[in-house]
């Protein structure tokens, strides 16, 4: 992918992606109580997947040779990155139903600080004092939202409890996906990574679709096309815009799904974040992005 090198360019469609994922996320969120969330996810793949062939044949130049994109000699790595990744967008849907929309936006943000740690055991690398210490911060901000919900008190109820779990579970398992990205990333293209996501995911979520299929009615199927192509435009918009400007400039910016989330919880469900809610949510964000600048540092210092 080439860097166009127009940061402008990358912020517009950073907060456009961010304000699209966000609308999804209400659409997920809405049809909870009528449409299982596995059932979601093969809409959300199946009409976000012609978008990602388009998008992919265009950025690798293949002019149409889709076999071409699709050749590995390490499937097991795609497989294994296409579970994760289903894993990962299973504990999102399913938290969607359970947590307010701010809530689960704050506690899915947490991948930094998982790929931090799940880094010691799997790449070998060492985790200094600043980057441990952003951490225990990150921790502290998952803390401050528990108990604000309630978590150590009698009135923490059943589905909230989930919720969070989920959603945290979601944090791991994209960070286990990160992972697995940058190990198939040292001998596979972009486009052939992507490709081999969107189909597996989908095809999984096919594979279960006969155990939770619920006949959606007319406006309930205008609301799960909606989500898969609501999704599938966003990722391209996330794909311009990473290719626009540097990742360190336009992380801070990929946040302002928090924002987006305050404002469609509050206008769509009337919710409205509590203190803890928005002090922890400020503890996650600040710690990833003391992550990635410690990352950046490090890697700065080697030839």
Excluded at 21 to 45: D, I, N, W, Y
Excluded at 120 to 127: A, D, N, R, S, T
Excluded at 298 to 303: A, E, L, N, S, V
Aim: with cysteine.
């Amino acid at each position: 992918m080439a860097l166009r090198h127009d940061p402008k360019r990358g912020v517009i469609y950073m907060l456009a992606a961010c304000a699209l994922f966000a609308g999804m996320s209400v659409l997920v969120k809405e049809l909870a109580e009528r449409v299982h969330f596995l059932e979601q996810m093969f809409f959300r793949g199946f009409f976000a997947l012609p978008v990602v062939v388009l998008v992919v044949m265009h950025r690798i130049g293949l002019r149409g040779n889709l076999v071409g994109a699709l050749r590995t000699k390490r499937f097991p790595g795609h497989m294994l990155r296409a579970l994760t990744g289903t894993a990962a967008q299973a504990c999102s849907f399913f938290a969607l139903g359970l947590l307010p929309l701010a809530e689960h936006t704050a506690l899915t943000n947490t991948t930094p600080l998982f790929v931090t740690l799940l880094s010691i055991p799997l790449l070998g690398e060492k985790v200094g004092i600043h980057r441990g210490a952003a951490v225990l911060v990150g921790f502290l901000g998952i803390m401050i939202i528990a108990l604000g919900q309630g978590a150590f008190t009698g009135d923490f109820g059943g589905a909230a409890r989930w919720g969070m779990v989920a959603a945290l579970a979601h944090g791991l398992f994209s960070a286990g996906t990160t992972m697995l990205v940058r190990t198939l990333s040292s001998t596979e293209n972009s486009g052939t990574i992507v490709l081999w996501q969107s189909l597996l995911m989908t095809f999984f979520t096919l594979f279960a679709l006969p155990f939770v299929w619920v006949t959606p009615g007319p406006l309930d199927l205008l609301m799960l096309i909606a989500i898969g192509l609501i999704g599938g435009a966003a990722q391209v918009l996330l794909t311009e815009a990473w290719a626009s400007a540097q990742v360190s400039f336009l992380a801070p910016y990929s946040y302002s799904s928090l924002l987006w989330a305050v404002l469609f919880g509050w206008v769509a469900f009337g919710d409205v974040p509590g203190l803890s809610t928005l002090a922890g949510a400020a503890a996650i964000v600040l710690a990833s992005l003391y992550i990635m600048h410690r990352e950046i540092m490090r890697r700065g210092k080697k030839p």
